[in-house]
């Protein structure tokens, strides 16, 4: 069946510092890739999403890539903030009824 | 506009307690989703419904029921409450499948089963 794996946490960060999160997946067919980001108290939202090979998705300073060839999906931000503490969620779906498959969550803390 | 609206926020079970969480969204979507979420395991889907009328069981469904009671409510029941079932509970709801459309979440609910 589809799987994301993505990085263990907690990832502590200082202000300004590069950020990357990484998120490799195993699935049938062609699926589509996403970032939901979960601040404290909050549900989930979208942060970007990838619909193709070699797709960029960027949010808010936020990109990843869709590489096909390497099943990868990795989060990246040139610049973190205090603001863009939070946990990460890498996601995968299909065309069609079928539930995002979620990894298990990376919690970022950037510290002043 | 309140998007995906989760009722209670906060509740606390004994064991072989019965409770029934609700789940509302404004957004006309098709699809509504349950998943738990706990520490080290991330997001597992428990139930989902594809469409009004329609409903299966996701990663982990035991101990679990759910009702889409019309295209806006999708409740889940908890029979007889566990401790293995202390968790946040997530609803979600998205116009299609999630490959296609952007899934929107409630705030959870913290459930507390002593």
């Known amino acids: 069946g589809d799987s994301v794996t993505q990085m263990e946490g907690p990832v502590t960060l200082s202000e300004e510092a590069f950020l990357t999160i990484n998120c490799t997946y195993t699935?049938?067919?062609?699926?589509?890739l996403f970032w939901y980001v979960q601040y404290p108290g909050e549900g989930l939202q979208l942060l970007l999403k990838?619909?193709?090979?070699?797709d960029k998705g960027s949010n808010k300073g936020f990109e990843a890539t869709y590489r096909k060839e390497t099943t990868s999906f990795h989060l990246e931000k040139g610049s973190v903030q205090v603001s863009d503490s939070a946990v990460y969620f890498c996601?995968?779906?299909?065309?069609?009824?079928?539930?995002?498959?979620f990894g298990k969550g990376t919690r970022l803390s950037v510290i002043a | 506009n309140a998007g995906v609206t989760q009722t209670p926020k906060f509740q606390v079970l004994k064991t072989g307690q019965s409770m029934t969480l609700q789940c509302a969204q404004d957004?006309?979507?098709?699809?509504m989703y349950w998943y738990r979420q706990d520490p080290g395991m991330g997001l597992r889907l428990i139930y989902y419904?594809?469409?009004?009328?329609?409903?299966d069981k996701g990663e982990v469904p035991n101990g679990y029921n759910v009702s889409r009671l019309n295209k806006r409510e999708f409740s889940l029941r908890l029979e007889s409450a566990a401790p293995s079932q202390t968790s946040v509970y997530f609803c979600?709801?998205?116009?299609?499948?999630?490959?296609?459309?952007?899934?929107?979440f409630g705030q959870g609910t913290r459930l507390t089963v002593v």
């Open positions: 979600a709801s998205s116009e299609y499948g999630t490959g296609d459309t952007e899934a929107f």
């Open positions: 996601a995968l779906g299909h065309s069609g009824n079928t539930p995002l498959v």
């Open positions: 699935a049938t067919g062609y699926p589509s």
């Open positions: 957004m006309n979507h098709n699809s």
């Open positions: 419904s594809a469409s009004e009328g329609t409903t």
């Open positions: 990838a619909t193709k090979a070699d």
